[in-house]
């Protein structure tokens, strides 16, 4: 492996660093009404769509996850209620890192600056970035790109705003759907994919994989 070391560490925040918690709560808020056999294939399209609410212009996340667990409803035929979305955008500020994380972060961030850019809302991310035990050079948020992620504006919106082109960074991420695709499309070449479980990975996008954030100093020489 050809060690590469960037001006900048970019990352996605829920799921690869901070635990994402949304399939646990629904299996908690959905239990009465959805047969334990059924519920993976719930929480899978509850997944669709805020995928689907992210695609088009900017709306505030607390309307991305209210559009999708009221059409998730609608599709499984079962009444909306909307104090049960309101908890998950509630939670979000809530929600601790992966316990690889600290330590692997606290091995980088002395030697390169770590950048963030995430789905989320500003007045979400900073409790969640408080928790991860390292300092972040930037946080950009969808709220600032006036974008989400997998839209390439969100990313263009990061590279503009440190002054950066594609060759400096090293984006990391547990999604290809959501991150490693797009910094693809965009032209960064360095990629690490975090496999966290979330979705499958694909050779073809030529990035590095590593099982947790604890391999990631590895892939930069630290």
């Not at 899978?44 to 995928?51: E, G, L, M």
């Not at 479980?197 to 073809?204: E, R």
């Amino acid at each position: 492996m050809t060690i590469f070391r960037p001006k900048y560490i970019t990352f996605d925040c829920y799921g690869t660093l901070t635990r994402f918690r949304m399939g646990e709560m629904t299996r908690d808020i959905f239990a009465d009404r959805i047969k334990p056999e059924q519920m993976d294939a719930f929480i899978a399209d509850f997944s669709a769509y805020r995928f689907d609410e992210v695609l088009g212009d900017w709306q505030p996340y607390e309307v991305v996850l209210k559009n999708a667990v009221r059409r998730l409803c609608k599709k499984w035929g079962i009444q909306y209620f909307d104090h049960e979305a309101q908890q998950y955008y509630d939670a979000v500020p809530t929600w601790a890192p992966h316990e690889d994380v600290p330590a692997g972060l606290a091995k980088i961030a002395k030697e390169i600056p770590l950048v963030i850019l995430s789905n989320a809302s500003d007045n979400q991310i900073q409790k969640n970035v408080a928790l991860l035990g390292a300092p972040f050079h930037r946080v950009y948020t969808a709220q600032q790109a006036q974008a989400y992620k997998p839209r390439l504006k969100a990313f263009e919106y990061m590279l503009d705003s440190l002054n950066a082109n594609p060759e400096d960074l090293l984006h990391v991420s547990s999604s290809l759907r959501y991150d490693l695709m797009s910094a693809d499309d965009l032209g960064i070449k360095n990629k690490v994919f975090v496999n966290r479980g979330h979705g499958p990975g694909n050779p073809a996008y030529n990035y590095v994989e590593i099982a947790d954030i604890g391999g990631l100093p590895g892939v930069v020489g630290l």
